[in-house]
């Protein structure tokens, strides 16, 4: 005698063509079910229930939230337009999920340490006064520099800076 565990795929086949078929198609469907020894209480007719989840967005890879940092051009605290798509992805989360962040400032390594660190403050406040327009309460936002120590990518290069030359939407523990 055959497992049925190794029917599945075929049972929920004939359940979902027993769901929406004519009266033959349903015969033809028991018949299969029959051949394949499922007993009559296995057969189902209908639609399957979806599984209940609670998934997180924050947790979803290569979601709207996957991307967490705000990218900046060379000493500049403007909030670009892709930096702004960011800041509206996580503000809705916020909004809706009542969750607070930590806004972390980034430079790159070129400049002083006093003018990076006070570069990095402006990034950070840019992306909270960014997110607080789109509807994020300020208390629930927290805006830091992390100047220069804080790198996302090693080297000496115009690709390495780029990369360190943003802000990071950090999610605090719930």
């Known amino acids: 005698m055959r497992k049925i565990e190794n029917h ?3 049972i929920c086949s004939i359940a979902l063509l027993a769901a ?3 009266p033959q198609q ?3 469907s028991k ?3 029959q051949e394949i020894q499922v007993p009559p209480e296995r057969v189902i007719c209908g639609p399957m229930p979806l599984p209940d989840t609670d998934i997180d ?14 990218h900046f051009d060379f000493d500049s ?4 337009e892709d ?10 989360y916020l909004v809706k999920n009542k969750r607070t962040v930590l806004i972390q400032g980034n430079t790159d390594e070129r400049g002083g340490s006093e003018y990076n660190l006070a570069l990095g403050q402006k990034r950070a406040e840019a992306v909270r006064k960014t997110m607080a327009a789109l509807g994020v309460p300020e208390g629930r936002m927290e805006a830091v520099s992390q100047g220069e120590e804080q790198t996302a990518a090693e080297g000496h290069d115009e690709q390495a800076w ?3 030359r943003r802000a990071d939407i950090v999610y605090k523990a719930r």
Do not use: F, M, W
């Open 26 to 28: 349903l015969a033809a």
């Open 8 to 10: 599945i795929p075929a």
């Open 162 to 164: 780029s990369k360190n």
């Open 31 to 33: 018949e299969v079910a």
């Open 20 to 22: 929406c078929s004519t």
């Open 77 to 80: 605290y403007i909030v670009g």
């Open 83 to 92: 930096g702004k798509q960011v800041a509206r992805n996580h503000a809705a």
């Open 57 to 70: 967005e924050l947790d979803i890879p290569g979601g709207s939230l996957a991307e967490r940092s705000v």
